[in-house]
Nanobody, 114 residues
């Protein structure tokens, strides 16, 4: 079972997108939700994470532009991406973790181009 990610697409530089990721009830609950991305020819990197009551962490490259959040149930995470730049182009993956348990989403493509 995978997480269900959605919201990717194509946008011009300076535009915005919001990604969503749902954790199916069938796989239990997770304290940490995160978004990673992988650009062509590059390693997968952490973009943002949210744990517990709402402690967030961001990659330096997205600070001030991206915001991670989760709904009240803790089962859906959101990544609001503003002021998008061409270098944000990548496949974005959501991840849920709880101790040794890690589950990934299928990836959603974000393309920033004029």
């Amino acid at each position: 079972v995978q997480l269900q990610a959605s919201g990717g697409g194509s946008v011009q530089p300076g535009g915005s997108l919001r990604l969503s990721c749902a954790v199916p009830r069938s796989i239990g609950s997770f304290s940490a939700l995160a978004w990673y991305r992988q650009a062509p020819g590059k390693q997968r990197e952490l973009v943002a994470s949210i744990v517990g009551g709402g402690i967030t962490n961001y990659a330096d490259s997205v600070k001030g532009r991206f915001t991670i959040s989760r709904d009240k149930s803790g089962r859906t995470s959101y990544l609001q991406m503003n002021s998008l730049m061409p270098e944000d182009t990548a496949v974005y993956y959501c991840r849920a973790s709880q101790g040794y348990r890690i589950v990934w989403g299928q990836g959603t493509l974000v393309t920033v181009s004029s």
